[in-house]
Each structure stands twice: as C-alpha cells, then as structure tokens.
C-alpha cells in the first residue's frame, strides 16, 4: 500500500531542503502543512506550556530558525511561555510589549525590552485589536534572511494562534478568579469558626491570644502585639513573637490619641505621622496597623510584623486584618459589658442585703407609751439609706427614743448603722444618757474609719412624770412645739460620734406638758432644696409642725413628709428623709 499524498508531498520537501532547493509551489505546500500542523497541536486542547512549546518548534522548523520564543500577555506585560535556544541571561518577563500590530524587521530588533532575546524578528498576535502575544524568532540558518515570504507565514502563524491563545488566557482568568474565590471561601470560613470562638470567649487574654495568633497565621506575619490604653498612655498588653526589650515605656496620650483618631482601617506603618507611636512600631519591626475601635473610637491598636516573606501586604490582606480586629473588637465589648452586668448583679445584691439591713432595724411596732403618741417614718433618697430610728422599751416604765444618721450611703452605711443599732439596744437604760453616749462613741472611735462618723439624738422618755432626758450626739437639734404655739431646740449633747476620741457629753431635760409636739428629723428634711435652692430649713418644720399639732402624731408626721415633698417639687428628694415624733395626749 503506498504511503498517502501528503507524506509522499512531505518527503519530496524534505529532499529539497537536503539539498537547498527550495520551489515556489513545493515550498508552498510547506507552509500550509506547518499551518496544518499549528492548527491542529492548538486545537488539540487549551494552549498550555506543552501545547505551546510544540507549536513554536513547528514555526522553528517551517522557517529554519535556530531560537526563537512564545510570550503571552499577562497584567504586567508579556510572559516567556515557550522558548528555544535562548540565551541563559533572557529574562522571563517583559514590563511591556509593542501597543501596535507591526512586524518588526532585524534593523528594529535591538530596540527596547526585547533587545535581550536577540531576536531577528518580532510577530504580534492580536485578537479584537489587542496585542495577546509575541512571536519572536532568531536568525535562520545559513544565514539566510527573513523575506515577504516568512512574513507572510507569520502573519498566517499569528492569525492560527490567536483564538487558541485567546481561549487559554480567558481559561487562566477563570483559574485565577476561581482561585480567589476559593481564597475568599476559605478565608470567610475561617473568619466564621473565630469569629465564634473569639464570642464564645469570656477571657481578655484569650481573645488577644486568639486574634494575635490568627492574624500572624492567616498573614504569615513575624509578630504580631496588642496595644491599648493605660494609666501612662498606649501600652504594649499582649504580644507574640516579640523580643525580650520589646516591652518599653507607653507612648505618652498626648502623642497615641491624634494618631489614633486618625486611623479608620488598616494601614502601612510607614504611612502613619511622624511620632512616637511611628517610631516605637517601627522599632519592633511592625509594619501593619489595625485601629481597634470600641463604640466608633479607636482605643486601641493592633500591630501585625513584617512578613516572613518580606513581601509588603496588599489590599485583600488588610481586609482581613481590618475584619478580624473588628471581631476582635466586638468580642472584647462583649466582655466588658458582661463584666459590668456582673458588677450591676453584685451592687444589686449589695444594695438588697442593705436594704434587708436598714428594714430589719426599724421598729415592727410600736409600744404603747401611756399619755403618748408617738410616729417615724424614714425615705431613701436612694436604693439604700443612712439614717435609722427607734423606740425600745426600758425597765421601771421609761422608752428610750433615737433617732440617727450614719456618714455614707450604701450597704457599708447600712452595716455601720446595725452596728449602732445593736449598741443601742444592748446599752439602753444600762447608764445615764450621757455615759452611754460616751460608751458608744468609744466603741465608733475605735472600731471605724477616720470618715466615718454617726450623728445621733438619744432620749430616755418617763411618761409618769412627763420627763425627756436626752442627749444630742452632732445631729440637727429636734423641734418643740408647745400648744401655746412656744418653740425651743433640743441642743444639749457632744459632737458626733466616731470623731473625736474622750468626748464627753451633755445631758438635757425636757418636761412635756399636754399637746406638746417633739419632731426629730434628719438633714434630709432641713436641707430639702426647692427649685431656686433654697432649703427647707428650721422654719420649714415648725410652720408643718404649726399645722399640724392639733392632730395625731401621725397627722403630724404626714404633714413635715407633705411640706418636705412640696417644697423640693418636681426634683424630688437630694438626701435621706426620717423623723420621728412624739406628742403628749
């Protein structure tokens, strides 16, 4: 069976060119089989580096060149992708290639980036008027030289290759977006599973850590440090990877804030102002910043090291970062606003056991004193208060009436004041008013703080002889009111106490008569602010006192709480309100 036309055509070429002849028709033919060739190995699939290579050897071999290359466009410039005898020092990529379609002859072949190939010529192949890639070839052999012929050949080479190259850059495209999305896939992936743990975390320190660390992995980062503001200014408070040294003085408020402000994503180190805060990131080889931002203000930062590549960090990159410290952020507020709720629920508590404290303190009920009404009640201007009263039944008839207010507010006051309040019970009718006085405020002297003090109004009541020994221990002086509308002070007594160490104490005697009205209040009464400041003061609770003595103890008590509210108005109380009144039937 004889061999097909085309080979026999193909072997026919081949002695001719053994023997240097070349016909026109028969050379003809070469070209259109080398273009069958070309054809046919880049439609074998996409054009990669293989494909290529055997493309370009069948151009090399068509017009008996000894080098010659294949570079393909890419987003710099041009790209080797197949090559032949080149020289060792030919670079692989170009910054940029010919804008126009033009082939370029052995005088031009010298000219600009391609001077290093060595090439006689240089065929662009253009799809949609864009230049896609270059063909460039050496010299032939023998020495012979690129003619209209060759040219034309290339031109037909080009247009072949143009599709196929076309095809295979879109599919690289494609790749490459592919990859980026995949990229970003994984990224986000990542970017969930912390984000929930960096959330599921209560721990400061472990969250730092586990920003810290994710961004170092996620950036490939040297090192990388927490910094956020303390007593001295912007201070390094978690750190990997960081040198021994590295934990210097804080950079000073007054330096930190303005570049702090100033700082809405991540940024270069190298773009920052000129400062401290520059210098001392830049000292520990930081070259990322990331604002770490609480309620729309940066409080802080985190600093990301140079790269272990010591390739600089683009803009995907800083996306992450900003992401990730926002995270960060948010997982870090959790943990204060956790940590604040926690210290509500312990106020609150402390704020109940007071409360339980001071209601525990008040009389139940009261005794039934022959001859004598007697009414107290006491409001807190706050959750807890200071102030307390009592009545306690004595041997041989007689009541012992107080009435106190404790320095402070809160469950410290409201211990202070059970403190006093058993004192009271336990020392009542043991000695003289003035004797226990001094007793009591031994004990306070000894057992308080240098601010704590107690003011106290103590009087021992004997209702067969109408007779109020007191003594008044710093606090407001009570009200007398007589029927015949006469008024006086309770005044005898001391300083308050807790203050003063030895302090000796007077005693005074009141004789009560019918109708006679004794209102004791705390501050909370006489220093009620009105609307345009000005207190309630003594006038205030005798003209309440005027209104009402003609009535019960209890009218009577309604009546200075009724003046006290209207005269403060709409602002309300500024202090605790107690009185306690005693009026003779």
Request: proline fraction near 5%.
């Amino acid at each position: 069976m004889s061999p097909p036309v085309v080979f026999q055509y193909q072997r026919a070429l081949d002695q001719f060119r053994r023997e240097g002849r070349e016909r026109p028709l028969l050379k003809r033919m070469s070209e259109l089989i080398s273009l069958l060739d070309l054809t046919t190995t880049l439609s074998a699939g996409l054009p990669g580096s293989e494909v290529l290579d055997a493309a370009l050897l069948i151009v090399l071999g068509e017009l008996q060149a000894g080098r010659g290359a294949l570079l393909v466009r890419t987003e710099a410039g041009f790209r080797v992708t197949a090559a032949r005898g080149l020289a060792p020092g030919a670079p692989e990529e170009i910054a940029e290639g010919p804008e126009t379609a033009v082939f370029r002859g052995a005088a031009a072949s010298a000219e600009g980036p391609l001077e290093a190939f060595g090439f006689d010529v240089v065929c662009p192949v253009e799809k949609g008027g864009r230049v896609i890639a270059l063909i460039g070839l050496g010299p032939r052999a023998e020495g012979r030289a690129y003619g209209e012929e060759e040219e034309a050949f290339l031109w037909s080479v080009a247009a072949c290759a143009a599709t196929p190259i076309e095809n295979g850059l879109i599919h690289q495209e494609l790749e490459r977006v592919n990859q980026r999305l995949s990229l970003k896939v994984f990224q986000l992936r990542n970017l969930f599973e912390i984000s929930r743990e960096l959330t599921a975390s209560l721990d400061e320190d472990e969250i730092r850590n586990l920003t810290t660390a994710t961004l170092m992995g996620q950036l490939l980062a040297s090192r990388c440090a927490v910094y956020l503001p303390g007593p001295g200014g912007l201070a390094l408070v978690h750190g990997r990877g960081m040198r021994a040294d590295a934990d210097a003085a804080p950079v000073p408020e007054a330096a930190a804030r303005p570049v702090l402000d100033g700082l809405s994503g991540a940024v270069d180190v190298a773009s920052l102002p000129e400062g401290a805060l520059r210098s001392r990131l830049a000292a520990t080889r930081m070259a990322l910043v990331v604002p770490l931002s609480t309620g729309g203000r940066a409080e802080g930062l985190v600093a990301v090291g140079e790269r272990v590549s010591g390739k600089p960090f683009g803009e995907e990159d800083r996306e992450i970062a900003s992401t990730l410290v926002r995270q960060a952020a948010a997982a870090l507020e959790s943990v204060r606003l956790h940590r604040m709720r926690l210290e509500k629920q312990r106020q609150d508590r402390e704020l109940q056991i007071a409360r339980e404290i001071q209601q525990s303190l008040f009389p139940a009920s009261w005794p039934d004193i022959p001859g004598f009404e007697v009414s107290a009640g006491s409001r807190s201007c706050h959750e807890v208060g200071g102030d307390h009263y009592d009545v306690i039944p004595l041997a041989g008839g007689r009541f012992a009436l107080a009435i106190a207010d404790v320095s402070g507010k809160g469950t410290p006051a409201s211990i202070l004041m059970a403190s006093v309040h058993a004192s009271l019970r336990a020392l009542a009718g043991t000695t003289r008013p003035a004797g226990l006085m001094e007793r009591l405020n031994g004990f306070l002297f000894e057992s308080t703080q240098a601010n704590k003090y107690v003011t106290l109004f103590y009087g021992e009541l004997d209702p067969e002889e109408g007779e109020l020994v007191y003594v008044n221990a710093g606090h407001v002086p009570p009200y007398h009111r007589r029927p015949d509308g006469g008024r006086a002070r309770l005044t005898a007594g001391g300083p308050a106490l807790g203050l003063l160490e030895g302090a000796s104490f007077e005693e005074g005697c009141l004789r009560l008569h019918v109708g006679d009205v004794v209102a004791m209040v705390t501050d909370g009464a006489t220093e009620a602010a009105s609307p345009t400041e000005q207190e309630f003061g003594d006038e205030g609770v005798f003209a309440a006192l005027d209104a009402g003595w003609r009535g019960t103890a209890g009218g009577a008590l309604a009546g200075l709480f009724g003046a006290v509210d209207a005269w403060a108005g709409p602002a309300g109380c500024a202090d605790d309100l107690t009185a306690l009144v005693l009026k003779a039937l």
